[in-house]
């Protein structure tokens, strides 16, 4: 999913205006069902009234040549879903001479969003199937056929300053984005790579949210592109260029060219992603930087003296989980067990496991350990192997394990298995991006596409050594995790941004 991701398994609306959701049910396919109540977008007394909905395409035509673009092995097996995030830019301080309308806003973003798809083409295009060089039958790709991506903008009836000042409800975020983060595709040759949605505030500042189709778009490839973007739009085109290289299209990313889809991964991937049922709840974690101090010195050992942030809240939250985990399976009679899964991002992901029994009675030094050793994994030996059949047939049936719902998950010998899922984002420099009115305050997602427990998504907080983290658990799980007395004194429950 992201550079540094851990799978731990344990014992993806506009209410403004009617037309507007019409059309975005009509784009993405949604059961109506999923239609919001008409006054879903009122949190804290404010709304977000959406004034225009647009398809933005390349500015100019894709060539012939490029009108395939491959996916990758990993690329087929990513579960259909949205991922979201939301960019909160203030006004700039000096809104003197240099300071840009809101409409100048717009039409700056809209403009340079062509320019850029160009070069990264494949976004602006759809999922289909085309048969394989042997003719042995179909493997999806990218049709890149310049359909482009929506585009909305929208405002909001209060100040930034007034909104992240508050303890924002998670589900209040939701307004900020192009179209619902809980969407699960069905319908995959009709919808967008990914979509936008820019809304300013009375104050001058601008929320930018993005929801990306998890098939050829990860953390990485987002953040590539937002560099791309906001480079062309402040007219950068050294810094443009930078990205892609001197072509003008966007290279083949690096997992499409290492693992090629071939027909037997289609014949041999998982079944249709189907989310666990049962009640789920998200919580917005805050690690100040007082806590991460603390907690790498929990962390740190001879072996490791320097754990990352990434490691020491990865290694924390692993303990914890476990513990909440083996108390809630204990009613039942279960006892947990604990396998990891790393992934490297190669622009996408590999996955490497690791096992652990009787994690509740490990050390956050032992697990930060296991991470370590893991990640040092995934080197060129371990790529070979993926390479090969018997290593791709090894991490098919990994990755069908690590998302399969935990009702069918493996029970033996009274041992039972959970996948709890840990990504992070921490060193994609989100907070770099500038598309000319200054870098952003905020960088944080919205609910990530549920029903999907047991998954945490680090991020770096406003304060630059800080770590916000997003986590999705059974309720059970969560009303355990949050009632033990060292978690709750490190994380941070919803605080406020500012």
């Not at 949604?30 to 804290?44: A, E, V």
């Not at 933005?56 to 579960?79: C, G, M, Q, R, Y």
């Not at 890149?144 to 209060?158: H, I, K, R, Y």
């Not at 914890?320 to 991002?345: K, Y």
């Amino acid at each position: 999913m992201f550079p540094f991701l851990v799978r731990v398994a344990l014992s993806k609306k506009p209410a403004a205006a009617s037309s507007i959701w019409s059309l975005h049910r009509a784009i993405l396919l949604l059961p109506p069902s999923l239609k919001p109540s008409s006054n879903q977008y009122h949190y804290y007394h404010h709304k977000v009234s959406v004034s225009s909905t647009e398809t933005i395409k390349p500015s100019s035509p894709t060539p012939a040549k490029l009108a395939t673009f491959k996916l990758s092995l990993i690329d087929n097996h990513v579960p259909p879903i949205y991922v979201p995030f939301i960019f909160f830019f203030p006004a700039p301080r000096n809104r003197g001479s240099n300071s840009i309308a809101g409409e100048k806003k717009f039409e700056t973003l809209k403009s340079s969003l062509a320019q850029a798809l160009t070069r990264f083409y494949p976004l602006a295009g759809r999922l289909s199937k085309i048969g394989d060089i042997n003719g042995a039958g179909s493997v999806p790709v990218v049709h890149c056929n310049d359909e482009g991506l929506p585009f909305s903008s929208a405002t909001v009836d209060l100040s930034m300053a007034q909104f992240l000042r508050k303890r924002i409800e998670i589900d209040s975020l939701e307004q900020f984005l192009p179209f619902p983060a809980d969407l699960i595709v069905s319908g995959l040759e009709s919808v967008p790579q990914i979509g936008f949605r820019a809304t300013e505030f009375p104050c001058g500042g601008l929320a930018i949210g993005v929801c990306f189709f998890h098939k050829i778009v990860d953390g990485p490839t987002l953040a590539d592109f937002l560099k791309l973007w906001s480079a062309v739009a402040r007219s950068e085109e050294k810094t443009a260029a930078a990205v892609v290289g001197d072509s003008a299209y966007a290279h083949d990313l690096a997992a499409t060219s290492l693992l090629p889809l071939r027909h037997d991964d289609v014949a041999a991937a998982p079944g249709d992603f189907v989310g666990e049922q049962g009640k789920i709840v998200t919580r917005r974690l805050a690690f100040d930087e007082e806590a991460i101090h603390a907690l790498k010195a929990i962390a740190k050992s001879d072996q490791i003296p320097n754990p990352s942030r990434s490691e020491a809240v990865g290694g924390f939250l692993w303990k914890h989980v476990m513990s909440a985990a083996a108390r809630a399976a204990s009613t039942d009679g279960s006892n947990p067990r604990s396998v990891v899964s790393i992934a490297m991002s190669v622009h996408h992901n590999d996955h490497q496991h690791d096992s652990l029994n009787d994690g509740t009675k490990t050390t956050v030094q032992e697990l930060v350990r296991k991470l370590r050793s893991s990640v040092a994994k995934l080197d060129k030996e371990f790529m070979t192997k993926l390479q090969g059949r018997d290593g791709r047939r090894e991490y098919l049936m990994n990755l069908e394990a690590l998302w399969k719902p935990a009702i069918d998950a493996a029970v033996e010998n009274e041992t039972i298995v959970v996948p709890f899922r840990i990504t992070s984002n921490i060193g994609m420099r989100f907070y770099d991006v500038d598309f000319g009115w200054g870098k952003p305050a905020w960088v944080t997602m919205a609910r990530f596409p549920n029903p999907i427990p047991n998954l945490a998504v680090l991020l770096q907080s406003p304060v630059e050594s800080g770590v916000e983290v997003w986590l999705t658990l059974h309720e059970k799980e969560m009303a355990i995790l949050e009632q033990e007395p060292e978690f709750a004194t490190y994380a941070k429950n919803n605080m406020p941004v500012l």
